[in-house]
């Protein structure tokens, strides 16, 4: 039984530690960010106004500056609940999971973009999905499955998406279709508040 203690105890404390991600991980990581912003990923990385990076601590992947990397290392390890922005978690099948935190780093490099009209808005920040009715315009040359990032009419980022449709199809869909399917939205941080770090 003692055996046991130490070795769940050895795990517990392997998991809180924040630490750059493996080329796996990474890998995982940006070709999920790759649906969104494509080659714009290097962006991120390579900023004007520093050396940004990526860590994982408890499953979460959190994006920084390596300033703030270094200000966090004065904090105990496992009294450091969260640093920098999240950008999404890794779930037990080793899948990465985009949260909505990220929408504001994700939004400016989008090369797939959705605008939903006004009566859509409040619809898609509930968590629904966009249906062609709401749909008022769409990238062109955006292909099914493709990550999109959606607004509202006013150029205002409200979560992002799946594209269910190309754009063609889009054009000649039944209003009651589902053109985007949802991931994330900015309603989130009212509903999930608990949960987001």
């Known amino acids: 039984m003692r055996r046991f203690l130490i070795a769940s105890t050895t795990q517990f404390k392997s998991s809180i530690i924040m630490r750059p991600l493996t080329d796996e991980e990474t890998k995982t990581m940006f070709e999920k960010l790759s649906k969104y912003i494509g080659e714009n990923i ?3 990385v390579d900023r004007p106004d520093g050396v940004y990076c990526f860590r994982l601590h408890n499953d979460r992947v ?3 500056s390596e300033k703030i990397l270094k200000l966090a290392t004065n904090v105990a390890r496992d009294k450091l609940v969260s640093v920098g922005t999240c950008f999404g978690k890794f779930t037990k099948t080793g899948k990465f999971r985009l949260h909505i935190t990220a929408l504001d780093f994700l939004a400016p490099y989008a090369k797939f ?3 939903v009209k006004p009566g859509t808005e409040q619809s898609f920040l509930y968590g629904n999905h966009v249906l062609k009715s709401g749909l008022g315009r769409i990238t062109e040359n955006t ?3 493709q990550g999109v990032v959606v607004y509202s ?3 205002v980022p409200l979560g992002f998406g799946v594209a269910a449709k190309t754009t063609q199809e889009c054009r000649r869909m039944d209003p009651m279709s589902i053109v985007v399917f949802h991931q994330a939205d900015v309603g989130e941080f009212i509903r999930n ?3 987001l770090t």
Do not use: F, R
Request: glycine share 0%; charged share 30%.
């Open 193 to 195: 508040e608990d949960t």
């Open 113 to 115: 973009k959705v605008w």
């Open 153 to 155: 009419m006013a150029d």
């Open 42 to 44: 290097k962006l991120l």
């Open 143 to 145: 292909n099914q499955y």
């Open 62 to 64: 959190y994006y920084m």
